[in-house]
């Protein structure tokens, strides 16, 4: 029998943030995949063999690439959609949802768009007007007529988009999932623990919230050290902080990792602090993968009362909740957590507890292939 094919849009395959994007793919069980993208980036960390790219170089891929940045399709496209035989179209992201809107009309063929965090708030904010977004606010309404489901990754987004026009009966949350590790103990209980932030280093992210409530703490807990992983513009920020209260033998900046070192990083740590929060131009986080991989491994959180993280962390039993931007809140529930070893290992053993339940991706993949096996059949039925 014929597995049912779908065909992912993802704009640049594969950005280091977007190891989700990659995993899905590897864990489709009912679904053959293929890739469409203009650029392909980071090819040795993400191997994928069936990827059509636009922008290639040569002539011929300097035009398709052209035609695509500039109307969103090509004739190349169009083919390769047609040779493959395409049950359903699947876009990641609203604004790499406009390369999809083309194909999906000239094929007819079902399409699915995950809203994975600042493509929804990005719609109502005075950003959608730069010439990045203009083709995806100019194309919402007709994404909102022709996208036949769309994924939201939290409960807040999922909201959002019917406030901006999508019709409730085509929204359901699906929620990333996470590889489960089989090998796993508590922690053992000690004194010296390590606390852990990942990310971008973007003002969404709050890492500086984070930083300035560890030195706070720091003190109190003078064995306790924190680990910050990632990179970005607001470096300078974060360096200037730990030079003003002078933590420079307390705070580590460790960069990009590969993928297996910041697991490694994740095993090691004790606490994880996310505190993210809404920036200045409405953008915002949906369901943390950090905090998921933290959860699996056993590492209670500190997180923010933002986007879909109240989902991730139940409040007082797999880690602690706090108002965004509060950094005596933040400090409060972190100190609590360093002064206690039993607490960090009861919580760490409830987390874990609550990924295996909720977030293994085996199970979550087998629920996205569920929503594409329903839009194809609703397609058919309306035939």
Known sequence: MTRPRVCVFSTNFLEYSQTFVYD????????????????????????????????????????????????ANSPTTLRWMKQRRFDLLHAHFGPGSMYALGPATALDLPLVVTYHGYDVPLLSSPQRMRPKYWRYWAGSKWMFRRVDRFLAASNELGRMLVELGAPPDRVKVWRLGVTIPPQWSPRELHDAPRVLMIGRFVEKKGFDIGLQAFARVAAAHPRAIL??????????????????????????????LPHAEVFATLERADVLVAPSHVDADGNRESGLLVIKEAGARGVASVGTIHGGIPEIIDDGVTGFLVPEKDIEATAQRLGRLLGDAALRQRMGVAARAKMEREYDIVERIAALEDHYDAVVEARRARS
Not at 46 to 61: E, Q
Not at 229 to 250: F, N, S, T
């Open 24 to 71: 899905e793919l590897r864990h489709h069980q009912r679904w053959d995949a293929s890739v469409v993208c203009h650029d392909r980036r980071n090819a040795d960390r993400f191997p994928f063999d069936d990827v059509l790219v636009m922008g290639r170089p040569g002539l011929v891929g300097t035009l398709d690439g052209l035609l695509y940045k500039t109307i």
């Open 227 to 256: 680990q910050i992983v990632g990179d970005g513009p607001g470096r300078a920020r974060l360096e200037a902080l730990v030079a003003e209260h002078r933590l420079g033998d307390r705070v580590q900046l460790l960069g990009v």
